[in-house]
C-alpha cells in the first residue's frame, strides 16, 4: 500500500516536472513579460507559504531569468505572455519549505491558468482547512492536479464544493489530518482519474455516488475510519486498475458487482471487517495481479476458482482471514505467483507439492494452520526459497529427511520428522494420496485433485509391522 502510494507520488512529481516554458524571446524578439496582476498572484501566493519574504526579490521574472524549479510557466498565443501553470512545494524543492504559519492564498484566484498545484510536507503546525469559499470558489483556476499531500496540520472537512474543480483528472489528499464523510458531490467530477484520500481520518460510509466516475482508474481510501459496506457501485467504474480500501472498517461481504471490473489489478481489502464467502463472479478479475485481504473475518473455504480463473496473480495474501477447509490444488497454476500468504488460518490436509513448481514463488507462508501429512516440495523449490517458506505451527505436519540431499530439513523448517524418515528414500508421499487411499494419482494430476486431510500415520495402507508400531509409539508421544 504504501510502496503504490509512495509511487504515485514519484510518478506524479516526475510527470509535472516536464513542462518548462521556454526562457527565450519569441519570434518577434519582443520581450515577453507576465501580466502584472498574475505575476503579483504568484508572488502572494508563494509569500503565504514559504519561509523566504524575499522569494518575490530573488524571483522577479519567474517565468524567464530568475526561475524557481517549484514554478513553471507555460507560453500563450496571443498575446504571448507567459503564465503560472505549475506550483509545486515540497522537501525535492527546498529542505524546510514553508514557514510554520503556512496558509493557502486567496491569491490562487488570480491564477487562470495554474494547471497544478501540489503541496507536500508543508502545513505542518499551524491549522490550515479547505476552505469552501477558496476550493471551488467561482475564480478558482481549472486545475487539472491537485495534490496537497503529508501535511499533518491539514484538518477539518473535505468541503462538497471542492466537487466544483470539474477540470481535476488528478485529486491526491493523503497522509493529511481530513475528517469527516467523504461528500457525495465527489462523484460529479467526471474527469477525475485519480483519486486517493488515503491516511486520514475519514468516516461514514462511501457514497454510492462515486459510481459517477467513469474515468477513475486508482481509487485510494486506505487508512480511514470509513465503514459500510464496500460501495457495489464500484462496479461500474471499468477503467479501474487499483482499489485500495485496507485498513477501514469496512464490513458485509464483497460486492458481486466488483467481478465485473475487466482492468483491476490490485484490490486491497485488507484490515476490514468484511464477510465470506467470495462472491463467484471474482472469477472474472482477469487482470488481477494482487489480491490482498488479510485480516478479514471471511471465516470461509479457499474458492476453487480462484486458481482457476485469476491466471495473473501475483500476490495473494489472506493472512489471518479465518480460512477453512483445504489448500485447493488449483492454486498451483497461478504461474505468476510470487507471494501467497496465507498464515494465521485454520486450513487443514496437505500442502500440495506442486506449490513448489510454481516458477516464480518466492515467498510462502503456510504458518499457523492445521495443515498435516509429509511436506514434499521439490529439494530446488526447498534452496531457492530458503527461509521465506514458512510451515510452522501445524501441528500435523511433517518432515523427512531423506528426501532432501543437503538440509537437515526437520531442523531447518522447524517441523517434526516424519515418522520412518530415517529409512531410505520411498516414493509414498501423504501429500501424493487421494482421500480415500484408493488410487495413487500422478503428480500432473494433482491441480484437478482436491487435498484432504491427511494426518500422519493414518492414511498409509501398506505399512510395515516395525514401521507401524514406531509410528505408534510416536504419535502417542506426540499425543502426550
Ligand atoms: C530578448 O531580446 C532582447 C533583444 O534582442 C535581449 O536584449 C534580451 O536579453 C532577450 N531576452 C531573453 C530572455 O532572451
Ligand atoms: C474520459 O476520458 C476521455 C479521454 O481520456 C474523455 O474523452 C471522456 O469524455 C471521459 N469520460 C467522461 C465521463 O468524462
Ligand atoms: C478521528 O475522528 C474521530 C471522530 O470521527 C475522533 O474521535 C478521533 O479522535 C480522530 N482521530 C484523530 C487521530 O484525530
Ligand atoms: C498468528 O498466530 C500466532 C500463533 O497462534 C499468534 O501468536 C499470532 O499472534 C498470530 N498473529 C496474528 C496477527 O494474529
Ligand atoms: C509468516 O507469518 C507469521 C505471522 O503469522 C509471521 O510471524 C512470519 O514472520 C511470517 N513468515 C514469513 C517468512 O514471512
Ligand atoms: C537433524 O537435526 C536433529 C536435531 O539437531 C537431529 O536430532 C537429527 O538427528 C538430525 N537428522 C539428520 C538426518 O541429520
Ligand atoms: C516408511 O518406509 C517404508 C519403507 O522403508 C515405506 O514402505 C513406508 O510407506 C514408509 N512410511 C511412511 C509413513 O512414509
Known amino acids: 500500500?504504501?510502496?503504490?502510494?509512495?509511487?504515485?507520488?514519484?510518478?506524479?512529481?516526475?510527470?509535472?516536472?516536464?513542462?518548462?516554458?521556454?526562457?527565450?524571446?519569441?519570434s518577434d524578439g519582443v520581450e515577453m513579460g507576465m501580466e502584472k496582476e498574475e505575476l503579483l498572484g504568484l508572488f502572494e501566493v508563494l509569500d503565504a507559504l514559504l519561509d523566504d519574504s524575499n522569494w518575490a526579490q530573488q524571483h522577479p521574472h519567474p517565468c524567464t531569468e530568475t526561475p524557481w524549479p517549484g514554478v513553471e510557466c507555460e507560453v500563450g498565443q496571443d498575446p504571448p505572455l507567459f503564465h503560472v501553470t505549475k506550483i509545486h512545494v515540497g522537501p525535492d524543492i527546498l529542505n524546510a519549505p514553508c514557514k510554520s504559519s503556512a496558509t493557502l492564498s486567496h491569491s490562487l484566484f488570480k491564477l487562470p491558468y495554474l494547471n497544478t498545484l501540489s503541496i507536500?510536507?508543508?502545513?505542518?503546525?499551524?491549522?490550515?482547512?479547505?476552505?469552501?469559499?477558496?476550493?471551488?470558489?467561482?475564480?478558482?483556476?481549472?486545475?487539472?492536479?491537485?495534490?496537497?499531500?503529508?501535511?499533518?496540520?491539514?484538518?477539518?472537512?473535505?468541503?462538497?464544493?471542492l466537487a466544483k474543480i470539474v477540470?481535476?483528472?488528478?485529486?491526491?489528499?493523503?497522509?493529511?489530518?481530513?475528517?469527516?464523510?467523504?461528500?457525495?458531490?465527489?462523484g460529479g467530477m467526471i474527469l477525475l482519474e485519480q483519486l486517493d484520500l488515503s491516511d486520514n481520518n475519514l468516516s461514514g460510509e462511501v457514497p454510492l455516488?462515486?459510481?459517477?466516475?467513469?474515468?477513475?482508474t486508482i481509487l485510494d481510501f486506505s487508512l480511514n475510519?470509513?465503514?459500510?459496506?464496500?460501495?457495489?457501485?464500484?462496479?461500474?467504474?471499468?477503467?479501474?486498475?487499483?482499489?485500495?480500501?485496507?485498513?477501514n472498517r469496512f464490513m458485509g461481504s464483497i460486492p458481486p458487482e466488483i467481478g465485473k471490473l475487466k482492468g483491476l489489478v490490485l484490490l486491497d481489502l485488507s484490515y476490514n471487517f468484511i464477510n465470506g464467502p467470495l462472491p463467484e463472479t471474482l472469477s472474472g478479475l482477469e487482470n488481477l495481479e494482487h489480491l490482498i485481504v488479510d485480516h478479514n473475518p471471511l471465516n470461509t473455504e479457499i474458492p476453487q476458482f480462484l486458481g482457476t480463473t485469476l491466471r495473473k496473480l501475483q500476490t495473494m495474501s489472506f493472512s489471518v482471514c479465518g480460512l477453512t477447509g483445504p489448500l485447493p490444488y488449483s492454486l498451483s497454476s497461478l504461474k505468476h505467483l510470487s507471494a501467497l500468504s496465507l498464515d494465521n488460518n485454520s486450513l487443514t490436509g496437505s500442502?500440495?507439492?506442486?506449490?513448489?513448481?510454481?516458477?516464480?514463488?518466492?515467498?510462502?507462508?503456510?504458518?499457523?494452520n492445521q495443515l498435516s501429512g509429509e511436506l514434499s516440495f521439490p529439494e530446488d523449490f526447498i534452496n531457492r526459497i530458503g527461509k521465506r517458506l514458512d510451515v510452522r505451527g501445524n501441528n500435523g505436519l511433517?518432515?523427512?529427511?531423506?528426501?532432501?540431499?543437503k538440509k537437515n530439513i526437520s531442523v531447518y523448517l522447524e517441523t517434526p520428522l516424519c515418522l520412518n524418515s530415517s529409512g531410505h528414500r520411498n516414493d509414498k508421499i501423504f501429500g501424493d494420496k487421494n482421500p480415500n487411499g484408493l488410487k495413487r494419482i500422478r503428480p500432473s494430476e494433482h491441480h484437478i485433485m482436491e487435498s484432504s486431510e491427511a494426518p500422519p500415520c493414518l492414511n498409509q495402507k501398506v505399512i510395515s509391522i516395525f514401521s507401524f508400531l514406531v509410528c505408534c509409539s510416536l504419535c502417542f508421544l506426540m499425543f502426550l
Open 351 to 368: 500442502v500440495p507439492p506442486n506449490l513448489g513448481k510454481i516458477p516464480s514463488l518466492d515467498h510462502l507462508n503456510l504458518s499457523n
Open 398 to 405: 511433517c518432515t523427512s529427511n531423506h528426501l532432501y540431499r
Open 225 to 247: 475510519g470509513l465503514e459500510g459496506q464496500v460501495p457495489c457501485s464500484l462496479g461500474q467504474l471499468q477503467l479501474l486498475q487499483k482499489i485500495d480500501l485496507g485498513s
Open 167 to 186: 477540470s481535476l483528472k488528478v485529486l491526491s489528499l493523503s497522509q493529511n489530518m481530513l475528517e469527516g464523510k467523504i461528500p457525495k458531490e465527489i
Open 1 to 26: 500500500m504504501a510502496s503504490v502510494s509512495f509511487f504515485l507520488v514519484g510518478f506524479f512529481v516526475l510527470a509535472c516536472v516536464v513542462v518548462l516554458g521556454a526562457t527565450q524571446n519569441n
Open 120 to 161: 507536500f510536507n508543508c502545513f505542518l503546525k499551524s491549522p490550515v482547512t479547505l476552505s469552501p469559499t477558496l476550493f471551488g470558489g467561482a475564480l478558482f483556476p481549472p486545475l487539472e492536479h491537485l495534490a496537497l499531500d503529508s501535511n499533518p496540520s491539514l484538518s477539518g472537512e473535505i468541503p462538497p464544493t
Open 209 to 216: 455516488e462515486i459510481g459517477g466516475l467513469e474515468n477513475l
